[in-house]
């Protein structure tokens, strides 16, 4: 079938349009696959720095100055890292040395308390000290019990010192048995019975002694004071006691009215034993050496009695401590009334035996006497005194 003109323009012109659209289409997708090609690459955000790489930073320094703990910054400059280092040791704070034991012969230990927070430790150490020696003796003189000067010690026959003004001697002797030696001018021998020479043992590290001599002198020695009352039966302390017999070695005497005692030329070089004795008192005795001044206090033979006095005002069945009330004793009032708190201070002493005691106040009548055998109706208590023995007493007023 042949087109007409008119079919044939109409379908080239339909040929065309189909032919732009084709066209187009492949335009339209080289756009997105040259979008898609070309595309720019995604820009990543760089993470940001917080220190320069191998920046130093000190944290902390040790007391010296040196550096304890520091911080390094990372080749990254992202983070740091912390370094820790251990402080140098300081100079040992030490107390003084303390001379300790002499250990030989002109030699001493020495100690000493070195301290590094928080522990300690003790440094020790040897130092010359001459006055360190393995026997050291103190001279005596047996009749006056006073130190000796001037005394010659020698040891295994070898002269080795002479005692000071202290009557002190130090030497080197060897450890063991030696025979040693003291002598003086005017003194006979060593005491007892040792003779000038004897033997001794020296032990590590010093041996000390006491050597005493007796002198061919005779000296006589004393004793003086005064005997006195230690404060009873109504007297007061240091009361002087007259009539007291005083002995000392066989020799004796009788006190004065001043209870003032002397007893010369009595022995010296041995123990002396004083006695004292007074009626109503305790006899008392001491030991002592050679001579001395003293004064001696006697306690009687029977201690007085105590009364602890309490006065209250009784109301409603309870006790209400009560101020000025005044004591009497066989009829004499006591110098002294009760305090704010009842009771009578000083408390009053009497001497063993029957006492008769009531106390009085103005506006008052006492009540109810109580001791620990119990409570009676009564306004005076007929007591029995023992010696030593304290007795309690409480008077329970009314007002009249």
Not at 292 to 314: C, H, M, W
Not at 332 to 343: F, K
Not at 348 to 365: D, F, L, Q, R
Request: hydrophobic share 35%; proline share 5%.
């Amino acid at each position: 079938m042949e087109l007409t003109p008119r079919q044939k323009n109409v379908a080239l012109g339909l040929a065309a349009i189909g032919g732009l659209g084709l066209l187009y289409w492949f335009i339209q997708k080289a756009k997105v696959v040259e979008e898609e090609v070309y595309a720019e690459p995604e820009v990543i955000a760089e993470e940001a720095l917080v220190c320069t790489p191998n920046e130093e930073e000190v944290l902390e320094n040790c007391p010296d100055g040196s550096v304890k703990k520091k911080r390094v910054c990372n080749s990254d400059g992202l983070s740091w890292l912390e370094i820790t280092y251990d402080c140098p040791l300081l100079p040992c704070e030490c107390t003084e040395w303390i001379p300790n034991v002499c250990i030989g012969v002109d030699l001493r230990a020495e100690t000493r308390v070195c301290s590094y927070p928080p522990g300690y430790n003790v440094e020790y150490r040897e130092v010359y000290d001459p006055s360190c020696k393995t026997l050291k003796l103190h001279v005596m003189d047996a009749n006056r019990n006073i130190s000796l000067s001037g005394a010659s010690v020698s040891v295994n026959g070898s002269p080795v010192c002479i005692t000071d003004e202290n009557g002190y001697c130090g030497m080197a002797a060897e450890y063991g048995k030696v025979e040693l030696c003291v002598t003086k001018a005017g003194y006979t021998n060593v005491m007892v019975g040792l003779g000038d020479c004897f033997i001794t043992e020296v032990y590590p590290p010093t041996t000390s002694m006491t050597v005493w001599l007796k002198s061919i002198i005779e000296y006589k020695c004393w004793v003086k004071g005064y005997i006195k009352s230690a404060g009873s039966l109504g007297e007061e302390y240091g009361t002087p006691i007259s009539g007291a017999t005083v002995s000392v070695n066989g020799y004796s005497m009788i006190t004065g009215t001043d209870g003032y005692y002397e007893i010369g030329g009595l022995p010296c070089g041995t123990l002396l034993t004083i006695t004292v004795s007074a009626p109503g008192y305790i006899t008392s005795s001491e030991t002592f050496w050679d001579s001395y001044s003293k004064d001696r206090y006697l306690n009687v033979e029977t201690e007085p009695a105590q009364l602890i006095i309490y006065a209250g005002e009784f109301v409603d069945a309870s006790t209400m401590a009560l101020e000025g009330v005044r004591i009497v004793i066989d009829g004499v009032e006591y110098p002294y009334t009760t305090d704010v708190n009842g009771y009578c201070k000083p408390f009053p002493i009497v001497e063993p035996g029957v006492h008769t005691v009531n106390v009085s106040k103005t506006g008052y009548i006492t009540k109810t006497i109580c001791t620990k055998d119990g409570c009676w109706d009564m306004q005076s208590l007929s007591l029995t005194a023992n010696g030593g023995i304290n007795y309690s007493i409480t008077f329970k007023m009314v007002k009249t």
